[in-house]
């Protein structure tokens, strides 16, 4: 506690001013370094956030977190997010024809926007099209694939982009700000944005977890708190309709173990070749709620999802086939991760009846999601 400060805070403020400081004082240790360089030479540092035993590490590059670790039930510390070694591996990785896309910030619209095309104001706008016809998180040049300004904050970094108009085919010259920060295990990311032209937005983070360090997820318990979801069609693009979770493999509203219906003799477990599917949250976005928890049972470590979006893309790394090499070398096969991607619905601007993903001048975009690790 930094009593001079307090007491200034006192002085020119009165108590409420001075709670409001030492309630804010900073306890996460933030330290950076270079992480390496861009082919265009462009530097590239790495932010390393410590509080007791939990530890994250963020890039600019791409706003990846690069590292997050957490004590198990023994307290013993492991990394529990998929990734590479080193700056390389992530812009060869991005770059390719296997992005996975391994914990970066994705934007300017998370998810997929049907045949690369959406109308805003009346008139038609062109996207880069990966995934079919289709854009798959803003094509190959999203925000995940570009290297943010930062700066340290309170218990963390904040990272700032202007996504310029015309960029990826999107309207408008956008600020985007991500503030990473990490107590108590909790890691807060808080997304905001503004534009000088109307234009959509939908910002999430990729982060794949292994909870246990090690292994598969398929006997992880995931509890998702959703009566709804949204069908795909071949595209994995959304039908438009919000279909009830009962009675189909899509029903984690009780803790289920993720392998226990992903080979369901179900269309849309086929369609996704397992889970890769936006889940309506009955919170509704409205505020910041619990959304999915995730146990592991070997380890004792639990993520548990908070956000105020008002959907959840769960993916349970069904194309990876061990032909990416992340960390250590090691060969990363299908569903040896999973995702857990805060949201507004997949191709949003193409459905009137989503929730709206447009923002407009004068508008703040802001959203925020926390993953929380603990263990028991």
């Known amino acids: 506690m930094n009593v001079q400060k307090v007491l200034r805070s006192i002085a020119i403020g009165g108590f409420w001013l001075a709670l409001f400081t030492m309630t804010m004082e900073a306890k996460t240790k933030v330290t950076s370094q270079p992480f390496g360089k861009m082919p265009d030479g462009t530097a590239v540092e790495i932010f390393t956030l410590s509080d007791g035993p939990y530890e994250a590490r963020i890039a600019t590059y791409g706003g990846i977190v690069v590292a997050l670790k957490a004590p198990d039930r023994n307290g013993k510390i492991a990394d ?19 992005n996975a896309f391994f914990g970066a910030i994705i934007g300017r619209y998370a998810n ?23 854009t798959l998180h803003s094509g190959p040049h999203g925000f995940n694939n570009v290297v943010w300004k930062a700066k340290p904050v309170a218990n963390g970094v904040e990272l700032t ?50 909870l246990a360090g090690k292994g598969d997820v ?9 009566s709804r979801f949204t069908p795909v069609d071949s595209g994995l693009i959304p039908t438009g309709e919000l279909k009830p979770v009962e009675s189909t493999p899509f029903d984690f509203r009780k803790a289920t173990a993720v392998g226990a219906r ?28 619990e959304a999915a928890e995730v146990y592991d049972p070997s380890s004792g470590r639990v993520l548990t999802v908070l956000t105020d979006q008002p959907g959840i893309q769960f993916y349970t790394g069904n194309f990876l086939d061990g032909s990416v090499k992340g960390k250590g070398g090691k060969p990363e096969e299908q569903r040896s991760a999973l995702c857990l991607e805060t949201q507004h619905f997949p191709d949003s601007p193409n459905h009137p009846a989503f929730p709206t993903t447009e ?16 263990a028991r």
Request: glycine share 10%.
């Open 262 to 289: 992903i080979d369901a003799d179900d269309a849309q477990i086929h369609l996704g070749h397992g889970y890769d599917h936006n889940w309506v949250l009955d919170s509704g976005g409205a505020k910041l709620a």
């Open 112 to 134: 997929r926007i049907a045949h690369a095309s959406f109308t805003l104001d009346g008139k038609k706008y062109s996207l880069p099209q990966n995934n079919g016809d289709h």
């Open 161 to 210: 982009y202007l996504s310029k108009d015309g960029e990826s085919g999107f309207p408008g010259n956008l600020t985007a700000v991500v503030r990473y920060t990490l107590v108590n295990g909790d890691l807060h990311i808080e997304y905001s944005a503004t534009t000088d032209k109307d234009t959509v937005i939908n910002l999430t983070n990729h982060s794949y977890f292994n």
């Open 80 to 98: 529990v997010v998929l990734g590479f070694d080193d700056l390389e591996g992530y812009v060869a990785n991005f770059n390719g024809p296997s």
């Open 359 to 374: 923002l407009k001048p004068g508008e703040r975009y802001h959203t925020v999601t926390v993953y929380r690790l603990s």
């Open 218 to 226: 398929l006997n992880y318990q995931l509890t998702l708190h959703a």
